[in-house]
């Protein structure tokens, strides 16, 4: 004969919430973009706060941006180093 757990049955918990005691309470980050400003390449003002001094563009986690905002800011700048308003690199000679 086979020999089996016994395993209470948990029906009636389902639909409840899990408890969360032992987390930390969530932390809404502000988007340092506000609703005002555009993510356009012309807007350089906003364009450079997104910026290493390396030149190099800082991730989404960095900025504290979502990703569909990341992608935004990213092409845009990306169309302001091939339009000449960024430089790609910048050199520390």
Sequence with gaps: MKQTM???KR???RHLKPIRRHLKP??????P?????RIDYK???LISRFISEQG????GRVNRLTSKKQRLMTN???RARILSLLPFL????
Excluded: T, V
């Design 6 to 8: 016994y395993k209470p």
């Design 11 to 13: 029906y009636f918990r």
């Design 26 to 31: 969530i932390r809404r980050h502000l988007s």
């Design 33 to 37: 973009i506000r609703s005002g400003d």
């Design 43 to 45: 807007n350089m003002s």
């Design 56 to 59: 190099k563009i800082l991730s």
């Design 76 to 78: 845009a700048i990306k």
């Design 90 to 93: 910048y050199n520390e000679n």
